[in-house]
């Protein structure tokens, strides 16, 4: 089995350039085939090492002033617009060997070929030179080349102008990117057909043939390219994928040991997720693989530690930006399809009655890992995959509420959430505390999420074919919503709670009673919530309790039964009626300095909650100030502050 070719694929093609690299000027090329990404190019490199290797072996003289000048040669042609591009990397690539087989500096290895060699770099394209010598620019370069390295076996001083050929092996040159070249690509091949022909250069062409036809779609074009092909071609391979031999490249640029180990240890997973990816492209995989590295830098210490959780994160992880990356595009279908999805987006959507969101096919990776298994919301997901980073304090929190690997002491319900991951005994030990708790007369839940989690979970396990059962838990269901507090229900939409359910047997009875009973619950709380924030707004305005209004407008919170209750992301000024608002405002006989602290709490409102559905209250309000301040209808001390009062109203400074 090949060193280059652990797997075996591609053995036939090194085996067979083996054999070319012996021939004694063989005028013809090898075409190297394959779609990008495929390889092509790695696998040419790790040959044209173990080439470089086997000549330095072969030619060593024992100075440590002499090296060999590898004769293996590799150019890409992405961008080339002229063959004098081609040409300026042949003499840019001879230079360079030559100047690391002297040891000296680029300039200096420059002037010592110009004065000791009488070969001028920088001459070589000058056409008339070439002409009036009787040799095309290639010949002048290669017969250059030649100069330039007998000169490493003797006095640079003694090397006459012509004299004997060097006896090393003719040169290899693989030209790469064939299809990405930015001119005619018959034009490329009649030049590489000359080496061939006419200076006893081997040569390998990497392209993408197909795209190169695709591309390039005028009959003529390929009637061109078959014609050249047929003569300069002697035989064409297509490149097989050998992602287990360049998996350790794509790791070594891994800056992170951490990172690196962990990739190592999951390598056949992740080639398992490449593969049922169906996406060729094999730079996308060391693409994301090396994102990784940059993700894992922001997750929390706590994760760091835990094997399993970065098992599955890792995975995860590759899944989801391989996709993303297929089609960004698809983002939000990609996110509905692992059940991480926006909240307060999916809980309209259901209790509206709206379709179910469109979502990316993910099936095909099921045996390898499980998507369902979330332990992160969709933001976080959305800034991991498309930014590579995410707020380490929030995936911290996330992971802590959400995640099976890091809750303390966790909740019967949180456990039973986890039933793909339990024993048969710890599976019945949850359910039957989950039950308990769930159809007790307390309420057990301290978030609507975990409520109605544990009840869509419940309706799952229980109540397959028993409508007894249904309506029993349906009916406990809202009996906690009702004992749910106010700011709880406020809340509810905010917390992260996953509606795209795993549960499919569980949604319609859920969907039908339980999430129309939480909407309305939640309505009727956010009515009269309001209506006593309006009562209270106004008699605080009235008395001029400039702390109790800094918490009302700025805080968003009121004062009920003594304790000051969060409205969360209520709206409610969207309720205050302007006109008595104003009315309360003026009548106040406040000083213009607090009034001016009222209307700054306004603005501070504005710029820091930004709430829409105050957008339009804000400018009926604004509206309203200035007919009454038009029509006269302000003390007159008043009237001398209206300009920054009414820039407060426009979310303007302090």
Same mark, same amino acid.
């Given at each position: 089995?090949? #060193?280059?070719?652990?797997?075996?694929?591609?053995?036939?093609?090194?085996?067979?350039?083996?054999?070319?690299?012996?021939?004694?000027?063989?005028?013809?090329?090898?075409?190297?085939?394959?779609?990008?990404?495929? /390889?092509?190019?790695?696998?040419?490199?790790?040959?044209?090492?173990?080439?470089?290797?086997?000549?330095?072996?072969?030619?060593?003289?024992?100075?440590?002033?002499?090296?060999?000048?590898?004769?293996?040669?590799?150019?890409?042609?992405?961008?080339?617009?002229?063959?004098?591009?081609?040409?300026?990397?042949?003499?840019?690539?001879?230079?360079?060997?030559?100047?690391?087989?002297? /040891?000296?500096?680029?300039?200096?290895?420059?002037? !010592?070929?110009?004065?000791?060699?009488?070969?001028?770099?920088?001459?070589?394209?000058?056409?008339?030179?070439?002409?009036?010598?009787?040799?095309?620019?290639?010949?002048?370069?290669?017969?250059?080349?030649?100069?330039?390295?007998?000169?490493?076996?003797?006095?640079?001083?003694?090397?006459?102008?012509?004299?004997? $050929?060097?006896?090393?092996?003719?040169?290899?040159?693989?030209?790469?990117?064939?299809?990405?070249?930015? !001119?005619?690509?018959?034009?490329?091949?009649?030049? %590489?057909?000359?080496?061939?022909?006419?200076?006893?250069?081997?040569?390998?062409?990497?392209?993408?043939?197909?795209?190169?036809?695709?591309?390039?779609?005028?009959?003529?074009?390929?009637?061109?390219?078959?014609?050249?092909?047929?003569?300069? %071609?002697?035989?064409?391979?297509?490149?097989?994928?050998?992602?287990?031999? !360049?998996? =350790?490249?794509?790791?070594?640029?891994?800056?992170?040991?951490?990172?690196?180990?962990?990739? +190592?240890?999951?390598?056949?997973?992740?080639?398992?997720?490449?593969?049922?990816?169906?996406?060729?492209?094999?730079?996308?995989?060391?693409?994301? !693989?090396?994102?990784?590295?940059?993700?894992?830098?922001?997750?929390?210490?706590?994760?760091?530690?835990?094997?399993?959780?970065?098992?599955?994160?890792?995975? +995860?992880?590759?899944?989801?930006?391989?996709?993303?990356?297929?089609?960004?595009?698809?983002?939000?279908?990609?996110?509905?399809? %692992?059940?991480?999805?926006?909240?307060?987006?999916?809980? =309209?959507?259901?209790?509206?009655?709206?379709?179910?969101? =469109?979502?990316?096919?993910?099936?095909?990776?099921?045996?390898?890992?499980?998507?369902?298994?979330?332990?992160?919301?969709?933001?976080?997901?959305?800034?991991?995959?498309?930014?590579?980073?995410?707020?380490?304090?929030?995936?911290?929190?996330?992971?802590?509420?959400?995640?099976?690997?890091?809750? $303390?002491?966790?909740?019967?319900? &949180? &456990?039973?959430?986890?039933?793909?991951?339990?024993?048969?005994?710890?599976?019945? &030990?949850?359910?039957?505390?989950? @039950?308990?708790?769930?159809?007790?007369?307390?309420?057990?839940?301290?978030?609507?999420?975990?409520?109605?989690?544990?009840?869509?979970?419940?309706?799952?396990?229980?109540?397959?074919?028993?409508?007894?059962? %249904?309506?029993?838990?349906?009916?406990?269901?809202?009996?906690?919503?009702?004992?749910?507090?106010?700011? @709880?229900?406020?809340?509810?939409?905010?917390? /992260?709670?996953?509606?795209?359910?795993?549960?499919?047997?569980?949604?319609?009875?859920? @969907?039908?009673?339980?999430?129309?009973?939480?909407?309305?619950?939640?309505?009727?709380?956010?009515?009269?919530?309001? #209506?006593?924030?309006?009562?209270?707004?106004?008699?605080?305005?009235?008395?001029?309790?400039?702390?109790?209004?800094?918490?009302?407008?700025?805080?968003?919170?009121?004062?009920?039964?003594?304790?000051?209750?969060?409205?969360? @992301?209520?709206?409610?000024?969207?309720?205050?009626?302007?006109?008595?608002?104003?009315?309360?405002?003026?009548?106040?006989?406040?000083?213009?300095?607090?009034?001016?602290?009222?209307?700054?709490?306004?603005? +501070?409102?504005?710029?820091?909650?930004?709430?829409?559905?105050?957008?339009?209250?804000?400018?009926?309000?604004?509206?309203?100030?200035?007919?009454?301040?038009?029509? #006269? &209808?302000?003390?007159?001390?008043?009237?001398? *502050?209206? #300009?920054? *009062?009414?820039?407060?109203?426009?979310?303007?400074?302090?």
């Amino acid at each position: 089995m090949s #060193n280059t070719d652990p797997q075996n694929l591609n053995v036939h093609i090194e085996n067979y350039l083996d054999y070319y690299r012996t021939l004694v000027n063989p005028q013809y090329a090898v075409l190297l085939k394959g779609g990008w990404g495929r /390889g092509k190019t790695w696998f040419i490199k790790k040959l044209l090492e173990k080439y470089n290797a086997s000549d330095e072996n072969q030619n060593d003289t024992g100075s440590p002033q002499v090296k060999e000048l590898k004769r293996n040669l590799y150019i890409s042609l992405f961008g080339v617009k002229t063959i004098e591009d081609v040409e300026t990397k042949l003499v840019s690539l001879m230079t360079s060997r030559l100047r690391k087989g002297l /040891g000296l500096a680029g300039n200096i290895a420059k002037s !010592m070929i110009k004065t000791s060699l009488k070969i001028d770099i920088d001459d070589i394209f000058k056409s008339d030179n070439a002409e009036a010598a009787g040799k095309s620019k290639a010949h002048s370069i290669l017969d250059a080349f030649e100069k330039m390295e007998l000169s490493l076996d003797v006095d640079p001083s003694k090397v006459p102008l012509s004299g004997s $050929k060097s006896k090393n092996k003719p040169l290899f040159i693989v030209f790469d990117d064939l299809e990405r070249v930015d !001119m005619d690509v018959t034009v490329i091949l009649g030049y %590489i057909n000359n080496l061939t022909e006419h200076s006893n250069v081997h040569v390998v062409i990497l392209a993408d043939e197909e795209k190169l036809l695709n591309l390039q779609t005028i009959n003529e074009f390929q009637h061109n390219y078959a014609d050249v092909k047929e003569k300069l %071609i002697g035989i064409t391979f297509e490149v097989q994928h050998n992602l287990k031999g !360049m998996f =350790e490249d794509f790791v070594k640029p891994v800056n992170d040991l951490d990172v690196q180990i962990l990739l +190592q240890k999951h390598r056949d997973t992740l080639i398992s997720i490449h593969e049922a990816s169906g996406y060729g492209n094999l730079r996308i995989l060391k693409r994301v !693989m090396q994102d990784f590295a940059h993700v894992y830098q922001s997750l929390p210490s706590l994760s760091k530690g835990n094997t399993q959780f970065l098992e599955v994160i890792l995975a +995860q992880y590759v899944v989801l930006s391989i996709e993303y990356r297929k089609n960004p595009s698809d983002i939000e279908k990609l996110l509905n399809a %692992i059940g991480s999805v926006n909240l307060d987006t999916r809980i =309209e959507e259901i209790l509206n009655g709206a379709v179910v969101p =469109e979502r990316l096919s993910v099936e095909r990776y099921e045996h390898i890992v499980d998507l369902k298994d979330q332990h992160m919301g969709a933001n976080l997901w959305r800034q991991l995959i498309v930014g590579v980073t995410c707020d380490v304090e929030e995936l911290s929190q996330s992971l802590t509420q959400n995640s099976r690997f890091f809750q $303390k002491n966790p909740e019967p319900w &949180q &456990q039973l959430r986890n039933y793909r991951y339990l024993t048969r005994t710890d599976f019945n &030990q949850a359910l039957e505390n989950t @039950k308990t708790i769930f159809f007790s007369d307390e309420s057990g839940f301290p978030l609507v999420d975990d409520l109605l989690q544990t009840c869509d979970l419940l309706l799952y396990l229980l109540g397959k074919g028993n409508d007894e059962q %249904i309506n029993k838990l349906i009916e406990q269901a809202k009996a906690h919503i009702d004992r749910i507090a106010p700011e @709880k229900l406020l809340q509810f939409a905010q917390d /992260g709670f996953d509606l795209n359910f795993h549960y499919s047997d569980s949604q319609k009875p859920f @969907k039908d009673s339980v999430l129309p009973y939480v909407k309305s619950k939640k309505s009727n709380t956010q009515t009269d919530l309001s #209506n006593a924030f309006s009562s209270s707004f106004l008699e605080n305005i009235r008395k001029n309790n400039l702390d109790e209004l800094h918490k009302m407008i700025v805080n968003n919170e009121m004062l009920q039964d003594k304790i000051w209750l969060s409205l969360d @992301k209520t709206p409610v000024l969207a309720n205050v009626c302007i006109s008595d608002f104003l009315d309360a405002f003026i009548e106040s006989g406040a000083a213009v300095d607090d009034k001016h602290q009222v209307f700054s709490f306004l603005g +501070q409102r504005q710029r820091l909650k930004n709430f829409n559905e105050e957008k339009e209250w804000f400018g009926k309000l604004t509206q309203e100030y200035q007919n009454r301040l038009n029509a #006269n &209808q302000l003390p007159r001390l008043e009237q001398l *502050f209206s #300009n920054s *009062f009414l820039q407060f109203l426009e979310g303007g400074s302090d």
